[in-house]
């Protein structure tokens, strides 16, 4: 007679196993629920912000440096590149001939456009601080 015994206790063949004698571990399900979509929110709102702010982004100094009459070239050379993509505050009422662009201060989480600055015939003719204005 012979027998063969588990080299550790409690140890058994994994095909014997069934799912319901595993131990439930409801602390980790839990925390895999939550951790898991919470750091894909975070990582989509902190690349949607990188995005939307990247060379659109001027500050409350500069944009009050842009007047009225200032010549087209001068008032370029102080705003970002590249305009701000998310536009959700109504523009102020302008000329429908006016070139507008729209920028962003930076503001958290959708980096939306909070400054306009129309041009025409090479020179400024309005800027507008979208902040002031409603949002309904």
């Known amino acids: 007679m012979s027998a063969r015994l588990p080299r550790?206790?409690?140890?058994?063949?994994?095909?014997?196993?069934?799912?319901?004698?595993?131990?439930?571990?409801?602390?980790?399900a839990t925390l895999l629920s939550a951790v898991i979509p919470s750091a894909a929110a975070i990582a989509v709102v902190v690349g949607f912000y990188s995005w939307s702010v990247h060379a659109a982004t001027?500050?409350?100094?500069?944009?009050?440096?842009?007047t009225p009459e200032m010549?087209?070239?001068?008032?370029?050379?102080?705003?970002?590149p590249r305009q701000?993509?998310?536009r959700l505050a109504p523009s102020a009422p302008h000329d429908p001939a006016?070139?507008?662009s729209y920028y962003s201060d930076?503001?958290?989480p959708l980096g939306l456009a909070v400054f306009q600055v129309c041009f025409h015939d090479g020179v400024v003719v309005s800027?507008?601080?979208?902040?002031q204005e409603s949002w309904l």
């Open 8 to 28: 550790q206790v409690g140890a058994s063949h994994p095909a014997s196993v069934s799912p319901a004698s595993r131990p439930h571990r409801p602390l980790r």
């Open 58 to 66: 001027i500050d409350d100094d500069t944009f009050e440096l842009i």
């Open 71 to 80: 010549p087209t070239a001068a008032a370029q050379a102080l705003l970002p």
């Open 84 to 86: 701000a993509p998310v």
């Open 98 to 100: 006016w070139s507008c």
């Open 106 to 108: 930076g503001n958290f």
């Open 127 to 131: 800027t507008a601080d979208l902040r």
